[in-house]
C-alpha cells in the first residue's frame, strides 16, 4: 500500500521559511518523479514544484520560483520543499504526489498525470 505523508506545516509569519518533508512508502520511491501542489480555499489544486525521478530534472511555478527549492534523498524515501521569503498568498494546503518517472519523460506538471497523493499539510503565512 502505497502511502506519502507530508509535514512540517504550520503558522509563519511573511517573510518567513519553512520546509515541508514527504516521506513516501510502499513504492520504489528512485522510479517516481515527485510534485508539489497547494490548494487554498475556494480554489483549484496548483502545481507548485516538481523533480524528476533521477532528480535532474526540476520545474517551479512562477509564482514560486526563486524562492522555493524542490530536493529529494533516495535513502529516505522523502521529497522536500524549502519554501523561503513567504507570502500571504502561499497560504494553502500543500500536498506532494508521486508519479512513475518514464526514461526520455520529464516529470509532469498536471496534477491529473500523478498516480498517489498525500493528505496534505496546512501552511499559513500572517502578513
Known amino acids: 500500500q502505497v502511502q506519502l505523508v507530508e509535514s512540517g506545516g504550520g503558522l509563519v509569519q511573511a517573510g518567513g521559511s519553512l520546509r515541508l518533508s514527504c516521506a513516501a512508502s510502499?513504492?520504489?520511491?528512485?522510479?517516481?518523479?515527485m510534485g508539489w501542489f497547494r490548494q487554498a480555499p475556494g480554489k483549484e489544486r496548483e502545481f507548485v514544484a516538481t523533480m524528476g525521478w533521477s532528480g535532474s530534472s526540476t520545474t517551479y511555478a512562477d509564482s514560486v520560483k526563486g524562492r522555493f527549492a524542490i530536493s529529494r534523498d533516495n535513502a529516505k524515501n522523502t521529497v522536500y520543499l524549502q519554501m523561503n521569503s513567504l507570502k500571504a498568498e502561499d497560504t494553502a494546503v500543500y500536498y506532494c504526489a508521486a508519479d512513475l518517472g518514464r526514461l526520455g519523460i520529464p516529470p509532469p506538471l498536471a496534477r491529473q498525470e500523478y498516480d498517489y497523493w498525500g493528505q496534505g499539510t496546512q501552511v499559513t503565512v500572517s502578513s
Open positions: 510502499g513504492l520504489t520511491f528512485r522510479m517516481y518523479n
